[in-house]
């Protein structure tokens, strides 16, 4: 069983930056591909990044590509998702997602283990 706790969501204006964090426990973390989703309201859950186990990897959806940067710490069992240039549109809830699997994938159902998730909220 793996435990992902998220933080550093909050509200912000159009243009500013946050740095989410995500904390894991109970499974060797260096064996866990992370990714990071989120979820607007009334819409469904989309892929926002994913990174490999060693951190040599990473993937982006479109919509984020340039703007947002994931990577982790394996000494501290810690995955971040550096958003910088937010918009109006980036507000949602953002989900910390484990995955057992060696590749990359951008489909929730990849991911084992899920946060409770951590509210961003970007004014304009």
């Known amino acids: 069983q793996v435990q992902l706790v998220e933080s550093g969501g909050g509200l912000v204006q159009a243009g500013d930056s946050l740095r989410l964090s995500c904390a894991a426990s109970g499974r060797t973390f260096s064996n866990l591909a992370m990714g990071w989703f989120r979820q607007a309201p009334g819409k469904e859950r989309e892929f926002v990044a994913a990174?490999?186990?060693?951190?040599?990897?990473?993937s982006y959806a479109p919509s984020v590509k340039g703007r947002f940067a994931i990577s982790r710490d394996n000494a501290k069992n810690t995955v971040y998702l550096q958003m910088n240039s937010l918009k109006p549109e980036d507000t949602a809830v953002y989900y910390c997602?484990?995955?057992?699997?060696?590749?990359?994938?951008?489909?929730?159902?990849?991911?084992?283990?899920w946060g409770q998730g951590t509210q961003v909220t970007v004014s304009s």
């Open positions: 997602a484990a995955s057992v699997e060696r590749l990359l994938s951008g489909r929730p159902a990849n991911y084992n283990y």
């Open positions: 990174i490999s186990r060693s951190g040599g990897s990473t």
